[in-house]
């Protein structure tokens, strides 16, 4: 989507450090690194947010949450454990309105969240 940072991304019009790629799913290190390991998963497919996903794309979330678990594996934190997040609205914080899950590892993490 024009405008859109993550579709920028998938179009390889933005650089990112990619760590997955598939013709669904992109994976990339997040710019502004939270934790130790911070990567967001997206669907190559423009949906603002989690309100937005039409109800034949729920397979996505299962797929982006299956990736997020092969990633921790690959990272070396799915045993000490990982949180992941998916921001949705402005009580969340969401600022990029490209669906996106956040992997988050490497540190111990507090809760409740801010
Ligand atoms: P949100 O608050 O929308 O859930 O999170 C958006 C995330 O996208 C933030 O953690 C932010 O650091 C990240 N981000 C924003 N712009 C870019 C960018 O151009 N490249 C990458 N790699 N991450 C970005
Ligand atoms: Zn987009």
């Known amino acids: 989507m024009e405008g859109c940072i993550f579709c920028?991304?998938?179009?390889?019009?933005i650089p990112a450090r990619i760590v997955h790629e598939d013709d669904e799913v992109l994976a990339f290190e997040d710019i502004n690194a939270k934790a130790?390991?911070?990567?967001?998963?997206?669907?190559?497919?423009?949906?603002?947010?989690?309100n937005d996903l039409p109800k034949d794309r729920e397979p996505l979330l299962g797929q982006i949450l299956a990736r997020a678990r092969a990633?921790?594996?690959?990272?070396g934190?799915?045993?000490s454990g990982y949180r992941i997040v998916l921001n949705t609205g402005p009580d969340s914080g969401q600022e990029v309105f490209h669906i996106?899950?956040?992997?988050f590892g490497g540190r111990r993490m507090t809760w409740p969240p801010g």
Request: hydrophobic share 50%; aromatic share 0%; net charge positive.
């Open 8 to 13: 920028g991304i998938i179009n390889k019009n």
């Open 36 to 50: 130790p390991v911070h990567i967001l998963i997206i669907p190559k497919e423009h949906i603002g947010s989690l």
């Open 100 to 103: 996106h899950v956040h992997l």
């Open 77 to 79: 934190i799915a045993k």
């Open 71 to 75: 990633i921790a594996a690959e990272r």
